[in-house]
């Protein structure tokens, strides 16, 4: 959309000019409008456990707004003349209820004949207008909290090349397929500066898009980053996904690494998610409040991994 005109309404509160995770309009001074869409291809072979993750990963983008969301919609892409109608069946059960679970209403949806399985939903929410949390948002001192490890996009590379043990599969799985409802809920009865959650561009693509539109530098604690069992064996075995490496790539101008920090690791945190967890940035001195709660409340890898510096620096990760 780039060199595209932007929009002028003054009710628009978040537009395109901060690659946030939804847009949001204002329709009073009590109520905002969050709007959101997302599909993607297959991460896994059940048709189920497909649905929900990608639901899940639609739904994350309200969440990650400080929103609620209301309705969704379907959309679908589905070879229906070379596929067994059951498979789009599970897929829709499977998104349904992660939708029920996200306490939202099916409203609708719209579907096209492709070669290719796509699914996903364009979610609608709410939000006080006071109380958006924009990538803007982060201030020297706050801290960064991540509320779901790392690394679903190495292990489902893994996985399809039947690397991963059976557990560490399931646990892979459940992860993405985990609503941020939960640490949604906990984090907005704390004072927080800025929240998105991080999706295809991997922590620090995401961190980066933070550090840009906050102007600020921030640091990363690398060896306190949440990872999924057996990431680290996966990506020794050369498994990272090419969208992991273009990430990688992407980042590694404004990386600044303060130590000799494993290549390995370093992938991990460029590796792509999808349906990842919260970036929660807050003051520092709310942090370990928040991450504890998080923690007592369902949302048990909730993790202090960073901070953000002083201005100046700006736009730019160091890697600690
Ligand atoms: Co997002
Ligand atoms: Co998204
Ligand atoms: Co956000």
């Given at each position: 959309?780039?060199?595209?005109?932007?929009?002028?309404?003054?009710?628009?509160?978040?537009?395109?000019?901060?690659?946030?995770d939804?847009?949001v309009?204002?329709?009073?001074?009590?109520?905002?409008?969050v709007?959101?869409?997302?599909f993607?291809?297959?991460?896994?072979n059940?048709?189920?456990d497909?649905?929900?993750?990608?639901a899940?990963?639609?739904?994350?983008?309200?969440?990650?707004m400080?929103?609620?969301?209301?309705?969704?919609?379907?959309?679908v892409?589905?070879?229906?003349?070379?596929?067994?109608?059951?498979?789009?069946?599970?897929?829709?059960?499977?998104g349904?209820?992660k939708?029920?679970?996200?306490?939202?209403?099916?409203?609708?949806?719209?579907?096209?004949?492709?070669?290719?399985?796509?699914?996903?939903?364009?979610?609608?929410?709410?939000?006080?207008?006071d109380?958006?949390?924009?990538?803007?948002?982060?201030?020297?001192?706050?801290?960064?909290?991540?509320?779901?490890?790392?690394?679903?996009?190495?292990?489902?590379?893994?996985?399809?090349?039947?690397?991963?043990?059976?557990?560490?599969?399931?646990?892979?799985?459940?992860?993405?397929?985990?609503?941020?409802?939960?640490?949604?809920?906990?984090?907005?009865?704390?004072?927080?500066?800025?929240?998105?959650?991080?999706?295809?561009?991997?922590?620090?693509?995401?961190?980066?898009?933070?550090?840009?539109?906050?102007?600020?530098?921030?640091?990363?604690?690398?060896?306190?980053?949440?990872?999924l069992?057996?990431?680290?064996?996966?990506?020794?075995?050369?498994?990272?996904?090419?969208?992991?490496?273009?990430?990688?790539?992407?980042?590694?101008?404004?990386?600044?690494?303060?130590?000799?920090?494993?290549?390995m690791?370093?992938?991990?945190?460029?590796?792509?998610?999808?349906?990842?967890?919260?970036?929660?940035?807050?003051?520092?001195?709310?942090?370990?409040?928040l991450?504890?709660?998080?923690?007592?409340?369902?949302?048990?890898f909730?993790?202090?991994?960073?901070?953000?510096?002083?201005?100046?620096?700006?736009?730019?990760?160091?890697?600690?």
């Open positions: 959309m780039e060199g595209l005109p932007l929009e002028e309404d003054p009710n628009l509160l978040v537009g395109r000019e901060t690659s946030d939804a847009g309009y204002r329709l009073s001074d009590e109520v905002a409008l709007q959101t869409i997302d993607i291809t297959p991460v896994v059940d048709p189920y497909f649905g929900r993750i990608a899940a990963n639609a739904l994350s983008d309200v969440y990650a400080g929103g609620r969301p209301l309705t969704a919609m379907n959309i892409c589905f070879p229906v003349k070379d596929l067994d109608k059951q498979i789009l069946k599970e897929i829709l059960r499977g349904l209820e939708i029920h679970e996200a306490g939202a209403a099916l409203v609708g949806g719209h579907s096209v004949e492709d070669p290719e399985i796509k699914y996903g939903l364009s979610v609608t929410g709410v939000v006080h207008p109380r958006v949390l924009t990538n803007a948002g982060a201030r020297p001192g706050d801290a960064l909290i991540l509320t779901k490890p790392l690394g679903t996009g190495i292990l489902a590379t893994a996985i399809k090349a039947g690397l991963v043990s059976e557990k560490a599969q399931g646990l892979a799985v459940e992860t993405m397929a985990a609503l941020n409802r939960k640490a949604a809920e906990i984090m907005v009865s704390y004072p927080l500066s800025a929240c998105t959650d991080v999706t295809g561009f991997g922590l620090l693509g995401h961190t980066l898009e933070i550090a840009t539109a906050g102007k600020v530098a921030i640091t990363i604690y690398a060896e306190r980053v949440p990872l069992p057996e990431v680290l064996d996966s990506v020794r075995m050369g498994l990272l996904p090419a969208g992991s490496f273009a990430n990688r790539n992407f980042c590694a101008g404004r990386i600044r690494q303060m130590r000799s920090i494993d290549p690791l370093l992938d991990i945190l460029a590796d792509a998610q999808t349906s990842g967890g919260l970036l929660i940035f807050l003051p520092e001195e709310s942090a370990w409040d991450v504890g709660d998080l923690k007592a409340h369902g949302v048990p909730a993790a202090v991994i960073g901070r953000v510096g002083a201005a100046g620096d700006t736009g730019m990760i160091e890697i600690a």
